[in-house]
């Protein structure tokens, strides 16, 4: 993970950061955590629009009204991946209540709540555990100990004689009893405490254990208002078109094709889209699915395929790169080498895919901006709408909305934008839906990408010397909105060669080198990013090696790693898992990888039905250091390994003539229930390094279980057949 303001050379939040970032709202954190009179309103207001409100008398992290009710402020997006729990979880803990008693808020666009991680106000890298944990936890332990300071004053007692829990704070010794809710005016004007200690994880009674989902309840009522639900009297639906090809401009559209469906219809021009505006959606999809717009097309991207792809990325192997990483003696490895091997792979566009299409809400006034909609990267929206508007950025308010999933795409601020103008242009609010077609066509990709590694045997078939090139695109441009701390161009993406280096693997002279390539298709972040194709390469590489030295690719994997103890323990693991060993015609395939502070490995077992996989049972176990929700985890790593395995199969977003051919789920596959393997999970215990708060204290766990996916399935179609998998997907037709 890339260390970025606020961030302690182990990865972790620093609570200096929390009190420094609070100084940008006016006042440190704790002096304003508690409302007063007419808090309650307030926050009425806020909960129902899902914004943080007026700020007056609130602090940036917590809210408590006299009439007990506490709410955390959350800047990040719930994405399906149960951040909402786990910030009403940590807050509860801290001041010993239910998390159902702690109403979860969107916070606004502020100073305060960017994620350090990136310098902005943005949710990705399964960072979010570490900015709630580093944040909303002290934030949470100083409110509980500024109600226990004004309990004691009014009692006149020591400190140490008040208790607090279930929502009371009781004396000890005359057994007396006060609400938190009784207690918020008195505590607002205590000192703020300068040393907040959170309990430690040997005192905790919510965290480390499974919670119910604090939002499980709407979701099966249909209750829970997604950006796409979101509604505002007397707004109009609108669908889009957007400019066919990378770089296309509109020269001009005839609105009459659309107007002689819908009357009514308005017609609002775009740079790069047209937008049809209209009383509901399925009108103004017709109507738009009518319109002929003349568009002015970069000749060389309207002549890009998936051929010119290929070529680009196999001419990024010959040129040479950036030097990433070097390790090891180069000599000592030449001269131990008595066998080689040459191996290229090759992975393709991806799209993200996200059951709920791109879609937000805009209301447009003179003095006032609002948008509602699932936005990953709510600073880079503001700012981005903004701009479009003319408008300086404080007249632009966010609402950030639950997404029904996401995977990256809702990083992607271009659907926010078209919303705006949209809405400025027509006078009433708007609210704005891709269909899938668009979402397909029109993605933020996961880029295609090339490998060539050139590995040195010694004697005994052990990699001694391993050169490793990659032609990657640099996805910088499409991530600067929102991540303000990244290296400068002249220096590798992190993206592109993140899991790449360093090997966990004992391999003599290792070196990395990079090339930008530029495909021509504009690109982003794919859940798991770079990880997501670097573990395939060099986990399918492993089993390569394995099979050309005539090795067993677990022994092997369990010789490279003696340096590895954490990595070794994971893959002991999940072999583990395996009650013996596998029945004639069925395979297994392994891989390990670390990412985002996590170690997972991955064990997949198959067999064969006219050469093609069918996939049986996948073992997964996980290191991510504490396990703040052990069922939170399973399931991230399940649906993780899921997405994965879709990926390797079927994943593959085609291009003829600079248009993205995919349109739906006929042609840009999924995997079926029928396809899915059974999956367990095997979450390892946090160390004695991870309760004490180091460096693997916390790993996310969103992305984690994607990069094994790909490399476990190859390398049991390897053990299957004994031909090595070059190229993804599997299934491409």
Not at 478 to 483: G, I, L, P, R, V
Not at 704 to 725: D, F, I, Q, W
Request: hydrophobic share 50%; net charge neutral; aromatic share 4%.
């Amino acid at each position: 993970m890339r260390a970025g303001p606020g961030v302690v050379a182990d990865n972790r939040v620093s609570r200096r950061w929390v009190l420094r970032g609070s100084a940008a709202a006016g006042a440190l954190t704790l002096t304003c955590l508690v409302a007063g009179p007419g808090a309650r309103d307030a926050l009425a207001a806020s909960d129902a629009d899902g914004a943080a409100g007026p700020s007056g008398g609130f602090g940036p992290w917590l809210r408590l009204t006299p009439d007990g009710r506490i709410a955390a402020i959350s800047p990040i997006t719930e994405i399906g991946q149960g951040i909402d729990t786990l910030v009403a979880t940590a807050v509860a803990e801290e001041l010993s209540l239910s998390p159902a008693a702690i109403s979860v808020v969107a916070a606004p666009v502020d100073p305060v709540h960017r994620n350090p991680f990136f310098d902005s106000q943005v949710t990705g890298g399964s960072t979010g555990a570490k900015v709630v944990l580093g944040a909303l936890q002290f934030a949470a332990a100083g409110l509980r100990e500024m109600l226990l300071a004004a309990a004691a004053a009014r009692w006149d007692c020591a400190q140490s004689a008040c208790t607090i829990a279930d929502g009371r704070i009781r004396n000890a010794v005359t057994g007396a009893a006060l609400s938190y809710g009784a207690l918020a005016a008195e505590a607002a004007r205590l000192p703020v405490p300068q040393d907040v200690r959170p309990k430690r994880p040997g005192d905790w009674v919510l965290l480390g254990r499974p919670q119910m989902r604090i939002d499980s309840a709407a979701k099966l009522r249909g209750q829970l208002v997604y950006g796409i639900d979101f509604a505002l009297p007397g707004m109009l639906l609108g669908a889009v078109l957007n400019a066919p090809s990378p770089g296309a401009r509109l020269r001009n559209v005839d609105p009459a094709p659309a107007l002689a469906i819908a009357a009514t219809a308005r017609v609002v021009e775009l740079p790069a889209a047209v937008v049809v505006l209209a009383e509901s959606f399925w009108t103004a999809g017709r109507a738009a699915e009518a319109l002929k717009p003349d568009w002015d097309e970069i000749a060389a991207a309207a002549a890009l395929d998936d051929e010119l792809v290929s070529a680009r990325l196999a001419a990024g192997l010959q040129a040479p790169g950036l030097p990433v990483a070097a390790r090891g003696d180069a000599a000592a490895a030449d001269a131990a080498v008595r066998d080689r091997l040459s191996l290229s792979f090759e992975v393709p566009l991806l799209a993200h895919a996200a059951m709920e299409p791109p879609n937000a809400t805009a209301s447009v006034t003179p003095d006032r901006v609002d948008i509602w909609a699932g936005t990953q990267a709510q600073e880079a929206a503001r700012d981005a709408v903004a701009a479009a508007l003319g408008r300086a950025p404080a007249s632009v308010h966010v609402h950030t909305l639950p997404a029904g999933g996401s995977f990256g795409r809702s990083l992607d601020v271009a659907p926010v934008i078209q919303a705006a103008l949209a809405a400025a242009a027509a006078g009433r609010p708007v609210k704005l839906i891709w269909s899938r077609a668009q979402d397909l066509r029109h993605d933020l990709y996961r880029p295609a990408a090339a490998c060539r590694i050139e590995i040195g045997l010694d004697a005994e078939g052990l990699p001694v010397r391993w050169l490793q090139a990659l032609a990657v695109p640099d996805m910088r441009q499409a991530t600067a909105d929102f991540q303000r701390n990244q290296p400068p161009a002249a220096t590798p993406d992190p993206s592109a060669v993140e899991g790449a280096a360093p090997l966990p693997y004992a391999v003599g002279r290792h070196e990395l080198t990079w090339n930008d390539v530029d495909i021509g298709m504009p690109t982003g972040w794919w859940r798991s990013v770079g990880h997501s194709f670097n573990a395939w390469f060099m986990e399918q590489a492993i089993d390569e090696i394995a099979h050309h030295a005539g090795r067993d690719p677990v022994g092997l994997r369990r010789l490279l790693l003696r340096d590895s103890p954490r990595h070794l323990a994971v893959l002991d693991a999940v072999q583990g898992m395996w009650a013996a060993p596998p029945a004639a015609g069925r395979f297994r395939g392994t891989a390990l990888h670390e990412s985002f502070g996590s170690v997972v490995a991955q064990s997949l077992e198959i067999s064969l039905a006219d050469g093609r996989p069918v996939l049986h049972h996948l073992n997964c176990a996980v290191d991510c250091g504490i396990a703040l929700d052990p069922d939170s985890v399973v399931a991230q790593v399940q649906g993780g390994a899921l997405f994965g395995l879709t990926a390797a199969l079927h994943g593959r977003i085609r291009v003829r003539r600079g248009q993205v051919q995919d349109s739906n789920f006929d042609s840009y596959r999924l995997l079926a229930a029928r396809e899915a393997p059974s999956v367990d999970v095997h979450v390892l215990p946090a160390g004695a390094a991870a309760l004490a708060g180091g460096p693997d204290a916390i790993g996310g766990v969103g992305e984690c279980g994607v990069p094994p996916a790909a490399p476990a399935l190859c390398n049991a179609m390897l053990a299957a057949t004994g031909k090595a998998v070059r190229r993804l997907p599997l299934l491409a037709t």
